[in-house]
């Protein structure tokens, strides 16, 4: 069974910085393409960041020049690297792979104050 436990989440202020980690285990994980994604309650979970198997990246548009997503198969573990943050990407973040969602973890809540 795959698992997914999401940290680095913490609440700073207007245009700090956190540094997400997800460690996946009970799977191959440098055959996945990863991402993160993040969620507000009552509303639709988006995606934030995707890498591929080979490294490519890819953004969504709030997160182009602020958010570095990264991985590192040796430790099966996927970043997400976060800077000049703002209120609005407040949210509980996720990882998964990018199609055929395994189940969810828990996430890691990151809250911006302004």
């Known amino acids: 069974q795959v698992q997914l436990v999401e940290s680095g989440g913490g609440s700073v202020q207007a245009g700090g910085s956190l540094r997400l980690s997800c460690v996946v285990s009970?799977?191959?994980?440098?055959?996945?393409?990863m991402g993160w994604y993040r969620q507000v309650p009552g509303k639709q979970r988006e995606s934030v960041a995707i890498?591929?198997?080979?490294?490519?990246?890819k953004y969504a548009a709030f997160a182009k020049g602020r958010f570095t997503i990264s991985r590192d198969n040796a430790k099966n573990t996927v970043y997400l690297q976060m800077n000049s943050l703002k209120p609005g990407d407040t949210s509980v973040y996720y990882c998964?792979?990018?199609?055929?969602?395994?189940?969810w973890g828990q996430g890691t809540q990151v809250t911006v104050s302004s």
């Open positions: 890498v591929s198997i080979g490294g490519n990246t």
């Open positions: 998964n792979k990018v199609r055929g969602y395994w189940s």
């Open positions: 009970g799977t191959i994980f440098s055959r996945s393409n």
